[in-house]
């Protein structure tokens, strides 16, 4: 397999790994580590007890530049940095602050936004939700409705926003508004920083087929936003969202986490289909896993060059958009295989997780939860009808 060019040299490169793991060892909480091994949900309290000791150890943004407080690491230590903490079960960094809102603040935001939100982010003290979709503006997100306007230095908004994962948990909200409806759907678009304890804010959970709580409806009610909380220029969101949605794509990819819950199947094969009983059972699931374990190695190569050049500011073209189309569906296909080898039983153990405590000791009842939330992995983010269109476009130049 080839790999991107790389500034450490093959002993700094061990020398790193053997950094990495053993700071993971000794400071990624025991508890933490068997939810993940275990693919229990996860929540803000395993999230946050990582963040915020990668934040001491000063490794808490291996992808911003140092002027902010990453790391400054190169695309390889990133990809060593990941694997290694994967490889533990360490749980992947809570993508909204790192990943998403915290770049899009470093690329259009104000030196007072950077002031005041990157060093929440960092430390993991500020928790954020994406409030883009609304009902009736999913796939086609510039059609969104809730409106802003403008009251001398606030901005009065009101709307409803759908599917807002970890709303329940969060403290703020960047989130798409409409400021102006006279021109093209995708101008009049305006990105707005909102604390969720804001008054005029509803939550309201979603219930979703696998038990868990995931998503929520936010409710937005003459909510009083002032003109400083709004990111980059007025009407002008649409290509920072569309910046941002690059990253979430390119980052749904997420390989070592896929490489995680693809040795967790292997775990779940070995343990519960007995190759001297079931000889054919056992065989066809190895065989879905290889099938599996070659896709994760394309994928993985694509994702390598595809985070190098998004790094390098080289266009990506359609790439984010075949990442996550293939990405999702392989995540699929891997609790697929190890909800079939726990077997039929499962479904006598499925029970409500949330009256449990959360993030909780299901054991292989977690591949039935999985099972169910990961149809949802061909959804979020972008469906994978609607990627089909975009790599084709980008193909036939339609
Ligand atoms: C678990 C989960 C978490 C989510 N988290 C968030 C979040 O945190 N923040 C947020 O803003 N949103 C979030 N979403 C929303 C998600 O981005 C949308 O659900 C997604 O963009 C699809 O939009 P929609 O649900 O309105 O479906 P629609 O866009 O109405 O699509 C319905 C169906 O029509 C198909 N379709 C639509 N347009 C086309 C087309 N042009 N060509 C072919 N087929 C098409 C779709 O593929 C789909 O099958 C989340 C969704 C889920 C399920």
Not at 90 to 103: A, E, L, V
Not at 343 to 350: D, H, R
């Amino acid at each position: 397999m080839t790999s991107s060019p790389s500034l450490l040299t093959p002993q700094e490169e061990a020398a790193f790994r053997a950094e990495v793991e053993a700071f993971a060892r000794e400071h990624c909480p025991p508890q933490v580590r068997a939810a993940v091994a275990a693919n229990a949900k996860l929540h803000r309290a395993e999230y946050s007890a990582w963040q915020k000791a990668l934040h001491r150890r000063g490794w808490s943004a291996p992808g911003w530049p140092v002027e902010y407080g990453g790391t400054g690491w190169d695309q390889k230590k990133r990809y060593v940095f990941e694997e290694v903490t994967a490889a533990l079960d360490c749980p992947p960094q809570y993508h909204h602050g790192i990943g998403h809102i915290g770049p899009v603040l470093m690329a259009f935001g104000s030196d007072e936004q950077k002031a005041r939100y990157l060093p929440g982010i960092l430390n993991g003290e500020d928790w954020w939700c994406q409030g883009y979709s609304e009902p009736g503006a999913g796939s086609d997100l510039a059609s969104l409705k809730t409106q802003a306007v403008r009251d001398g230095e606030d901005y009065i908004v009101d709307g409803q926003k759908i599917w807002t994962s970890h709303a329940q948990e969060a403290d703020l909200m960047y989130t798409l508004v409409r400021t102006d409806a006279s021109g093209r759907k995708q101008q009049g678009i305006t990105l707005l920083l909102i604390p969720l304890d804001t008054p005029g804010i509803t939550r309201r959970a979603i219930q979703t087929i696998d038990g868990w709580h995931h998503v929520n409806e936010i409710f937005l009610d003459k909510v009083r936003v002032p003109v400083a909380q709004r990111v980059g220029e007025e009407g002008q969101a649409w290509s920072y969202a569309k910046y941002l949605l690059d990253r979430e794509r390119v980052g749904a990819s997420a390989i070592p986490q896929l490489t995680q819950l693809l040795r967790s199947a292997q775990r779940a094969v070995r343990a519960h289909v007995d190759a001297a009983r079931l000889p054919r059972g056992r065989h066809a699931l190895e065989e879905r896993l290889l099938l599996a374990e070659a896709a994760l190695i394309g994928v993985r190569e694509l994702a390598v060059k595809a985070i190098d050049d998004a790094r390098h500011g080289r266009p990506l073209g359609s790439r984010p958009s075949a990442l996550k189309l293939r990405c999702s569906e392989l995540s699929q296909e891997i609790v697929a295989i190890g909800m079939d080898a726990a077997g039929p039983a499962l479904a006598s153990s499925f029970r409500d997780p949330e009256q449990q405590g959360g993030a909780e000791w299901l054991g292989d009842a977690n591949w039935l939860h999985n099972y169910l939330f990961y149809r949802s992995k061909t959804i979020a983010g972008g469906t994978s009808e609607v990627l089909r269109n975009v790599i084709a476009r980008e193909i036939f130049g339609a």
